[in-house]
């Protein structure tokens, strides 16, 4: 195909098929990191580990706290397969220190 200019680009090409692609190694996305660090700190900020913005009190609200835990757990199973070693590395560690602490609290 010519462009307007008489020149030749390529065709846009499809999208490989899930079968047909390869397991190639996830490069860490710093946007997604953050969002777990920040998912992280909300967390603990419910747990009381630190004051709340808003109030500037350290408040303990474990419904808070767990749903965002559950969320954690519900991002680690929906992406499995597709994290790099460093974002499944801090999800695999940030969880069960979630959930200890929130078992100190229950």
């Known amino acids: ?7 030749s680009r390529p065709l846009p090409q499809s999208p490989p098929s899930a079968s047909s692609k390869k397991a190639a190694p996830s490069k ?5 990191t953050q969002l777990l ?6 967390a603990l900020m419910h747990l009381g580990e630190f004051p709340s913005p808003e109030t500037g009190a350290r408040e303990v609200q474990l419904e808070a706290a767990k749903s965002v835990i559950d969320l954690l757990v519900d991002i680690k199973s929906k992406t ?14 940030l969880i069960p220190e979630l959930q200890m602490k929130y078992a100190g609290h229950a």
Do not use: I, P, V
């Open 1 to 7: 195909e010519k462009d307007r200019l008489g020149g």
């Open 28 to 32: 860490t996305s710093k946007a997604f």
């Open 37 to 42: 660090t920040s998912l992280g700190y909300q």
């Open 80 to 93: 499995e397969g597709n994290l790099s070693a460093e974002e499944n590395e801090m999800l695999t560690a």
